[in-house]
């Protein structure tokens, strides 16, 4: 059974420091994983989508990364800012049709 | 503006009432799901639909019921079957390249 994992569950970082959040999964079979954003209330923004052929993805100020061997992708974040404070949830999927599992996510605090 | 639209944003329900929330989505995905967030739990879910006209269960259907009767509609009923509906409802689709998208929420409250 495909087990997400997210550590640690939360992080505080002064602005302007890059950060790396970790995700851990115990199958590495994977189709594809991809990672969210969520602010309080709201909804799931999706960040970056990595398939499984890929070893990384990048938009902006954030790469993902991705190693199916080790069961482990990061997610980092560049010159950080206080607008990205926020929840960072990833979550995998084993197949096409497959559901996707979730992390429990990192809450991410950026200190002005 | 292609999206996917959740309503009410905020649902109050009483003892023993049934309870549809809306989702509706205008991306032509054929995938839709309900998932429950709960503090401390991560994302459950509850329903999925890969297609029209057909849906399966996902981990914690008991006391939910869905329909796809159109491909921009999912609706997600909580009825007076489940025990703990108090939390936060999200919709979501899902891309021919497999990356999911989510709604806004529907934050369900038991009076």
């Known amino acids: ?112 | 503006d292609g999206g996917i639209t959740q309503s009410p944003k905020y649902l109050f329900r009483k003892e023993g009432q049934n309870v549809t929330l809306s989702c509706e989505q205008n991306l032509n995905h054929d995938a839709m799901y309900w998932y429950r967030q709960d503090p401390g739990q991560g994302l459950r879910l509850i329903y999925y639909s890969q297609i029209v006209n057909d849906f399966q269960k996902g981990d914690i259907a008991e006391g939910y019921s869905v329909s796809r009767e159109k491909k921009e509609s999912f609706p997600l009923t909580v009825t007076s079957a489940q025990k703990n509906p108090t939390a936060f409802y999200l919709c979501a689709s899902k891309t021919g390249g497999n990356e999911q998208f989510f709604g806004p929420g529907t934050r369900l409250t038991v009076l």
Not at chain 1, 80 to 87: I, M, V
Request: charged share 20%; hydrophobic share 35%; net charge positive.
């Open chain 1, 1 to 112: 059974k495909q087990e997400v994992t997210q550590i640690p569950a939360a992080l505080s970082v002064p602005e302007g420091e890059n950060l790396v959040l970790n995700c851990s999964f115990t199958d590495s079979a994977i189709y594809n994983l991809q990672w969210f954003r969520q602010d309080p209330g709201k909804g799931l923004t999706s960040l970056l989508l990595i398939q499984s052929s890929q070893r990384e993805q990048t938009s902006g100020r954030l790469n993902a990364s991705l190693d199916k061997s080790s069961g482990r992708s990061t997610l980092y974040i560049a010159a950080s800012q206080p607008g990205d404070s926020a929840t960072y949830l990833c979550a995998v999927r084993r197949g096409r049709d497959d559901k996707i599992i979730f992390g429990k996510g990192t809450r991410l605090h950026i200190l002005p």
